[in-house]
């Protein structure tokens, strides 16, 4: 017998659904906000979980990662909302959710969802199995790391092609050493190929090798990067920029794993495990001709799709810490306290370069710190507390509306007193209209200053033909 819960506000959908959870022979728990949903997830496990988008209390989407975070027993999540929205379903499956269901949807249909989410689940947990992974180098507590996780899991097991995608700085590289050093290919070479600086000229010589008289200055045979993988790993860091010509040569390879060394007649094979990584959105290369739609199906066995630092959490303070640490002791130093304004103050900040950055930034406060026991929000960097300064400030200012711009309630309510979504969608629309006028409609500093995110603000800004 599952649970499933429901978080939704529409009484009569959660009657419906109740109805049915209780035919199908499960128990059903119901919650009006997400606040009470939440509280629900925290103290018990819950299979099946049906989330509405508009809550009295918040956004079921943008509420996602806290939900993943915080729930005891990582259920199916369902989304509900009675109004379709294609950037909604995108961040929603995105997000990985059982299904995107827009009301009014026939019980049918419903059914039959839920019964295969629970059947799914139910397998899911019967091959789940404690996979021991060396995960050393890797710092992360937060949802998203441990979805991270799963599939370094998976792809350790494997010998599949795998695509690390992710901003500047998150950890690509790192991440595909963990991959390999999990793996039955763990004894044999990890052979990194940086195709930034894969020139068309240095190509051939450079992947496939040589032999001696191959060209001028082929004074001996050299074997490639393919050759050199061999048993092992080859890593195509930065594949996004990839020569197109060299795309095709390498499609080649991944189909045969065969190749032709410069100035050899005869073809020899590598028998090597692929592993490639972007911070380029290679579906839109493909779209825009840039890069091949083959190939990147070959790459893209297996996604790893890692999270910027700003949407890991808990996770900046857990780093500091081990970094911080590791300082300490490479510069024979005791540990060092960390006071509450300096993690403050790392939370606030929005970390465009991520990990990479983070570790830049301590590394520079703990230079600054000298022999003093206790780093201190004075020993970050300036351009940082900068940032998170004026943030705050603009953020304050938005806030504050002036009292001949804001909305009466002896006014609002003459006449007719409006219904509660009436009211809200008033509410919304003005909200909109006066942080865009705060901030002269830069979209990035509205995400930033709102909480909402990009979908979501583009939504409500459709709904409401605000323009921008």
Excluded at 193 to 198: E, G, I, N, R
Excluded at 249 to 254: A, K, Q, T, V
Aim: hydrophobic share 40%; net charge neutral.
């Amino acid at each position: 017998m599952a649970l499933i819960l429901i978080i939704d506000d529409d009484d009569n959908f959660c009657g419906t659904i109740q109805s049915l959870v209780r035919r199908m022979g499960h128990d059903f728990l119901a919650a009006g906000t997400l606040e009470q949903g939440i509280r629900i997830l925290e103290e018990q496990a819950v299979d099946i979980l049906l989330l509405d988008v508009g809550l009295p209390d918040g956004n079921g989407l943008e509420a996602l990662s806290r939900i993943k975070e915080i729930s005891k027993s990582s259920p199916e999540i369902f989304i509900i909302t009675g109004l379709g929205d294609p950037a909604g379903a995108e961040t929603a499956i995105t997000e990985g959710v059982w299904d995107y269901i827009v009301k009014p949807t026939s019980i049918k249909e419903t059914r039959a969802s839920l019964t295969r989410a629970l059947k799914y689940r139910q397998e899911k947990q019967r091959r789940q199995q404690p996979v021991a992974l060396d995960l050393d180098r890797i710092v992360g507590r937060s949802a998203p790391m441990q979805k991270c996780f799963e599939i370094v899991a998976q792809a350790a097991a494997s010998s599949a092609p795998v695509l690390i995608t992710g901003e500047t700085g998150t950890g690509k590289e790192l991440f595909a050493q963990t991959i390999h050093a999990n793996s039955l290919r763990k004894d044999k070479g990890f052979i990194v190929v940086d195709c930034a600086f894969l020139t068309e000229s240095l190509m051939e010589s450079t992947l496939f090798g040589h032999r001696k008289g191959a060209f001028t200055g082929a004074v001996e045979r050299r074997d490639g990067l393919v050759k050199l993988a061999d048993q092992g790993t080859l890593f195509l860091d930065e594949v996004g920029e990839m020569p197109l010509s060299a795309q095709k040569s390498f499609l080649r390879i991944l189909q045969e794993k065969r190749f032709r060394p410069l100035g050899d007649a005869n073809e020899i094979t590598s028998d090597f495990r692929l592993m490639a990584a972007t911070n380029r959105d290679l579906d839109a290369m493909v779209e825009n001709s840039t890069f091949r739609r083959d190939l990147l199906y070959r790459l893209r066995t297996i996604h790893l799709p890692l999270p910027p630092l700003r949407r890991r959490g808990r996770d900046i303070e857990v780093l500091a810490r081990f970094k911080v640490s590791q300082l300490c002791k490479e510069n024979n130093l005791p540990p060092k306290k960390i006071e509450q304004g300096f993690f403050d103050t790392l939370n606030a900040y929005p970390w465009p370069g991520n990990v990479r950055e983070l570790f830049n930034v301590l590394e520079t406060a703990f230079v600054a710190s000298g022999s003093e026991a206790t780093l201190y929000t004075m020993h970050l960097p300036g351009e940082v507390r900068i940032q998170v300064t004026r943030a705050s400030i603009e953020k304050g200012q938005v806030s504050q509306v002036p009292e001949n711009d804001a909305i009466d309630p002896a006014t609002f309510f003459q006449g007719n007193i409006p219904g509660f979504k009436a009211w809200k969608q008033k509410m919304e629309r003005h909200y909109l209209e006066r942080i865009i006028a705060a901030t002269n409609g830069d979209v990035k500093r509205i995400l930033n200053l709102s909480g909402l995110s990009k979908s979501h603000f583009y939504s409500l800004v459709k709904k409401y033909g605000i323009q921008i």
